[in-house]
T-cell receptor, first 110, second 120 residues
Framework: RKEVEQDPGPFNVPEGATVAFNCTYSNSASQSFFWYRQDCRKEPKLLMSVYSSGNEDGRFTAQLNRASQYISLLIRDSKLSDSATYLCVVFMNRDDKIIFGKGTRLHILP | GAVVSQHPSRVICKSGTSVKIECRSLDFQATTMFWYRQFPKQSLMLMATSNEGSKATYEQGVEKDKFLINHASLTLSTLTVTSAHPEDSSFYIC????????????????FGPGTRLTVL
């Protein structure tokens, strides 16, 4: 089983719709979780950290379920500018290692 | 957020030459820097982790004699691809991590803009 798994997509979603991404991780010792956004041929940029209590930033909501080893990202009222690849990232303090998922490509359609 | 720069942004070189890529943290001291490689349509793959003043830790399968990493100061790390070959053509990205800064988490990494290497 891969350490961090994501549906590669692409997700083709009409503008204004809500889209949800899921990510699972295999190592229960994982301690920190993030969603990064990567535009084509650019570096990844931090979108938001993910906390057990769930967190929201504008149209974006991230949730963590440690029991199921599952992370989600919800984007509401999607915009054309949301088109990008979304990377699920897991950090393990013990190994000082950060592991990226392969990313999910999102295309917002006008 | 913190700023990390990379230079050059793009390089084209002949097979057999060596290429040096610089990664700088511009407004914070980076105790740890990471080097990643990304092939088209693939995820970032960690190559090595470097801590200032000590030898880099390479991931399995990454040749340390081919990818030389120097982290001589808290704001600069360099990656040298020695005797580059066409299969080394890739997008190389560095990231930097420091202490808490401006409220950011210690685990947060700030990425450079990347260097696209093409070896002919």
């Amino acid at each position: 089983r891969k350490e961090v798994e994501q549906d590669p997509g692409p997700f083709n979603v009409p503008e204004g719709a809500t889209v949800a991404f899921n990510c699972t991780y295999s190592n229960s010792a994982s301690q920190s979780f993030f969603w990064y956004r990567q535009d084509c041929r650019k570096e990844p940029k931090l979108l938001m950290s993910v906390y057990s209590s769930g967190n929201e930033d504008g149209r974006f909501t991230a949730q963590l379920n440690r029991a199921s080893q599952y992370i989600s990202l919800l984007i509401r009222d999607s915009k054309l500018s949301d088109s990008a690849t979304y990377l699920c990232v897991v950090f393990m303090n013990r190994d000082d290692k950060i592991i990226f998922g392969k990313g999910t490509r999102l295309h917002i359609l006008p | 957020g913190a700023v990390v720069s990379q230079h050059p942004s793009r390089v084209i070189c002949k097979s057999g030459t060596s290429v040096k890529i610089e990664c700088r943290s511009l407004d914070f001291q980076a105790t740890t820097m990471f080097w990643y490689r990304q092939f088209p349509k693939q995820s970032l793959m960690l190559m090595a982790t470097s801590n200032e003043g000590s030898k880099a830790t390479y991931e399995q399968g990454v040749e340390k004699d081919k990818f030389l990493i120097n982290h001589a100061s808290l704001t600069l790390s360099t990656l040298t691809v020695t005797s580059a070959h066409p299969e080394d053509s890739s997008f190389y990205i560095c990231s930097a991590r420091g202490g808490t800064s401006g409220g950011s988490s210690y685990n947060e990494q700030f990425f450079g803009p990347g260097t696209r290497l093409t070896v002919l």
